[in-house]
């Protein structure tokens, strides 16, 4: 990805209201769908080299069937790392056949003035257009920003080649992507384990003469560590969907962690020094924690 999905997102103010605005409009969008690509390529046919890129009936059909997939997908609604990573191939795509970027700028301004034509006919209310047009104007533009940038790239100096490296980067996210679902796998097994432990816990206070305070104390460690399991999974699979790191979940597991001791320690005498300790530790991580989540 040449730029974080959350700061592409962010350069355009892009939302969570726009990616239900764009959802809204998705069936119309799907109603005009064969429509637009006949219109698209009435549009490109006038491009002085058109027959050097469509060379074929072949080429053709394909290239109209993932323009049409193209055209619905912006108004999709899942907006993550997938739909960015498409959208990168499809400018590298570009790029590979040596497609001047005029003609890629021509042809989104086509797309720009076709959406807002079925925009206006569709919807009636002059109230909810104005409320579904800059979401759709917003999508239109991400889309030309990630084409351009693959141009943008393209002019930079490569240390082998351009095509060595960009598939060195692409095997390299597949494979990051690869470690990531394996982190997730690590957590669910984890957070299998972590609740029978908290079962376990939570049965022994019933089950025993013990100490029913340590029990509970027990439960409570088991109790917080299945939070933490339960945050960082969350924040993987957010991560995994375009969500930017979150370093305040780690500080937080870092807290939990020492709390756990804390509740363990004060079971024991003679542990006054430890627990001052592990106090002023919760402290400093807690006025981190504040500091991150002021800035974000």
Request: net charge negative; charged share 25%.
């Amino acid at each position: 990805m040449f730029n974080s999905v959350e700061n592409i997102k962010s350069h355009y103010n892009f939302t969570e209201a726009d990616v239900r605005n764009l959802a809204e409009f998705k069936p119309v969008a799907e109603k005009f769908a064969d429509r637009f690509v006949v219109e698209f390529y009435e549009y490109v046919k006038q491009f002085k080299d058109a027959g050097k890129y469509l060379k074929d009936a072949e080429t053709i059909k394909r290239h109209q069937g993932a323009i049409k997939k193209w055209f619905v997908s912006m108004f999709g609604g899942d907006y993550g790392r997938k739909y960015f990573d498409e959208l990168e191939k499809v400018g590298l795509a570009h790029v590979k056949i040596k497609l001047p970027a005029h003609y890629v700028n021509a042809a989104m301004h086509f797309v720009t003035i076709f959406v807002h034509d079925i925009l206006h006919k569709e919807v009636a209310g002059e109230e909810e257009r104005a409320y579904l047009e800059p979401s759709i104007e917003k999508i239109i533009a991400v889309n030309l920003d990630i084409f351009t940038s693959s141009y943008i790239e393209e002019e930079k100096k490569f240390f082998l080649s351009q095509k060595v490296e960009s598939y060195l980067v692409q095997l390299a996210n597949r494979f990051t992507y690869g470690l990531n679902l394996t982190l997730v796998l690590g957590l669910v097994i984890l957070g299998i384990l972590v609740l029978g432990l908290f079962v376990y816990d939570l049965a022994h206070i019933f089950t025993t003469q013990g100490d029913i305070e340590k029990g509970l104390l027990s439960t409570l460690g088991s109790l917080l560590m299945l939070w933490v399991v339960i945050e960082l999974m969350d924040t993987e699979i957010d991560h995994l969907r375009g969500g930017k790191f979150a370093i305040k979940v780690f500080l937080s597991v870092g807290l939990v962690a020492i709390i756990r001791k804390i509740l363990v320690a004060s079971l024991k005498t003679g542990e006054v020094g430890t627990q001052m300790t592990l106090v002023a530790a919760v402290a400093v991580l807690g006025f981190l924690y504040w500091l991150i989540a002021k800035v974000e």
